[in-house]
């Protein structure tokens, strides 16, 4: 692992630790050349996720990208840090266990949404104006009419 302060690659590795509920491996980290001390987190990865995007362009998946988009939903709403990473693993599973190399950025979204739904209702419908691309006020009544429809 390179050194985030110096450009080094002998990092050693000082201390590992089981982190988010064991889907992750938290290492403690210091660097001989400078002394500094860092950590990692290391996750499992079952494969490359491609996200299609609606203009056809492709890119490579990125969870920290997921993970801001729902952190930014749930900003100053009652849900702790450990809920949103369980949000983010869970969606990420659900992308990697559909077996497929590329997935389309809106069944990304709706997921979000979903779940986001599940999660918090204020979170859901700020993430779903911008993901629906609300306009105007009536664009929020049309849609909050039809959170009331739904079973």
């Known amino acids: 692992m390179r050194c985030p302060f110096c450009g080094r690659e002998d990092t050693q590795v000082k201390d590992s630790r089981p982190a988010e509920e064991?889907?992750?491996i938290r290492r403690r980290r210091s660097c001989p050349?400078?002394?500094?001390?860092f950590t990692t987190i290391e996750r499992?990865?079952?494969r490359e996720l491609a996200v299609v995007k609606s203009d056809g362009k492709r890119e490579p998946f990125e969870r920290e990208k997921l993970?801001?988009?729902?952190r930014i939903a749930l900003n100053?709403?009652?849900?702790?840090?450990?809920?949103?990473?369980?949000?983010?693993?869970?969606i990420v599973r659900q992308l990697e266990a559909s077996g497929e190399a590329e997935v389309a950025s809106q069944e990304i979204g709706e997921l979000?949404?979903?779940?986001?739904?599940a999660v918090d209702a204020v979170a859901y419908v700020r993430f779903a104006s911008v993901y629906r691309n609300f306009r105007e006020?009536?664009?929020?009544?049309?849609?909050?009419?039809?959170?009331?429809?739904?079973p």
Do not use: W, Y
Not at 33 to 37: A, E, F, N, S, T
């Open 44 to 46: 499992v990865q079952l």
């Open 67 to 70: 993970a801001r988009s729902i």
């Open 76 to 90: 100053k709403r009652p849900v702790d840090a450990e809920r949103i990473e369980q949000v983010v693993n869970g």
């Open 137 to 150: 006020a009536k664009d929020f009544e049309t849609f909050l009419g039809s959170l009331g429809e739904t």
């Open 33 to 37: 050349h400078c002394g500094q001390r």
């Open 112 to 117: 979000v949404m979903e779940t986001l739904k």
């Open 22 to 24: 064991g889907v992750a």
